[in-house]
């Protein structure tokens, strides 16, 4: 009978620690989810994150490597890679080692790590966009009139934006809300799920803050500056409206990247904040989440690698053809009417053709006035990547 006794007794506890380590994601995989499953993630992940950190470290590298590009209008685009490059080097790397094991083996300090790098960096580069929006509104529209864009309202912009998101990212730290492990187990993200009053209440500040907030200034701007192309371009021949019609695809393309990265995963937010008992398969719950991520992506093919003047930079590194002397960069930023926002690419050669006062007359581009009363005239593409 002892040993029956005994028997009986490690079954049960037997049970009982499989029964634990099932509920508990941090000891082993859930249990209703095929391994397959968590592997597919793991080489989803693999992919996302690997493209990612090479695509933003080349952003980051070919904007040191040449001068021109060190632009006030290029610091946020930079910034978009940094933040970028961020949330794959901690969020994209903790997945695919997590998913790769099939349940969150590192612990809960590496929970709320991943949860608060992965938000944090990803709600900075949700605001860069919104904050590039508003800069190209302010070079193209020009609401201050002879107001330009210089290198410190460009930094005052990386400010804002930094500390902004670290506001609204850092309460479920110190206890608003937290970050705990999602539905698949191999992820950590804010406690959408939550029915405790006070954590609701931060669902819903963030999502206004950090969602509704970047979306309105990116509707707002982006409405603006294709009005105003519009105005610019009546009226003038087809050759002529060449930048604005490009300008014109990149903003839609721009808009549309936004919607498609963050729309379903702000979506599922709000759903499970309004229904939190609601019943979801955790493959199709983390579907959003991981979706989301691939925003760090296209970010840098559609905000930088669409740049006619990166694009000529980026040749020039890897072919080592069309190298400008220094002496010849000194000459060319040194010409009068030539200063910083002159620099930016295509938006200069729009802005130039933008009167200060408003006025949308169409013009020639080769009236002699246009030095007069309109923005400087972009550097000729030959001296465009200067070392």
Request: hydrophobic letters at 45%; glycine letters at 6%; one cysteine or more.
């Amino acid at each position: 009978m002892d040993t029956l006794s005994l028997s009986v007794n490690a079954v049960s506890y037997t049970v009982a620690a499989e029964l634990s380590t099932a509920d508990d994601p941090f000891n082993g995989p859930i249990k209703n989810i095929a391994p397959w499953n968590f592997t597919v993630l793991a080489v989803l992940m693999f992919v996302v994150t690997s493209l990612s950190l090479s695509e933003n470290f080349l952003v980051m590298f070919v904007t040191f490597k040449f001068k021109q590009l060190r632009q006030p209008l290029n610091y946020i685009i930079v910034n978009l890679a940094i933040a970028d490059f961020l949330v794959s080097l901690i969020g994209g790397v903790i997945s695919f080692l997590t998913n790769a094991r099939g349940y969150f083996f590192l612990g809960k300090w590496a929970c709320v790590l991943e949860g608060f790098a992965v938000t944090y960096f990803g709600i900075v580069a949700l605001w860069s966009l919104s904050v590039l929006s508003f800069e190209r509104f302010f070079v193209i529209c020009r609401p201050l009139g002879n107001v330009r864009l210089q290198a410190k309202h460009a930094i005052l912009g990386l400010l804002f934006v930094w500390t902004f998101s670290f506001i609204w990212t850092f309460p479920p730290v110190l206890g608003w809300n937290r970050y705990t492990i999602s539905k698949i187990g191999t992820t950590c993200e804010p406690d959408w799920y939550t029915t405790n009053m006070t954590y609701h209440s931060y669902i819903i500040t963030f999502f206004i803050t950090c969602f509704i907030l970047p979306l309105g200034v990116i509707f707002y701007c982006y409405g603006k500056l294709l009005r105003k192309l519009k105005k610019v371009s009546h009226g003038r021949l087809a050759t002529a409206r060449k930048p604005e019609r490009q300008v014109t695809r990149m903003v839609v393309v721009m808009i549309v990247a936004f919607m498609v990265g963050w729309t379903p995963y702000a979506a599922f937010s709000i759903l499970v904040t309004a229904h939190p008992t609601i019943e979801l398969d955790p493959r199709m719950a983390s579907i959003p989440a991981f979706f989301s991520k691939t925003a760090a992506v296209y970010n840098p093919i559609i905000y930088v690698f669409m740049n006619k003047q990166f694009r000529k930079c980026l040749i020039q590194l890897f072919t080592g053809k069309g190298t400008i002397p220094e002496s010849n960069y000194n000459q060319t930023s040194e010409r009068p009417g030539i200063t910083a926002e002159s620099q930016t690419g295509e938006m200069s050669a729009i802005a130039a053709r933008i009167p200060v006062g408003g006025s949308t007359s169409p013009r020639s581009d080769d009236s002699p006035t246009d030095c007069g009363s309109l923005a400087q005239l972009p550097i000729p593409e030959n001296k465009v990547c200067p070392m």
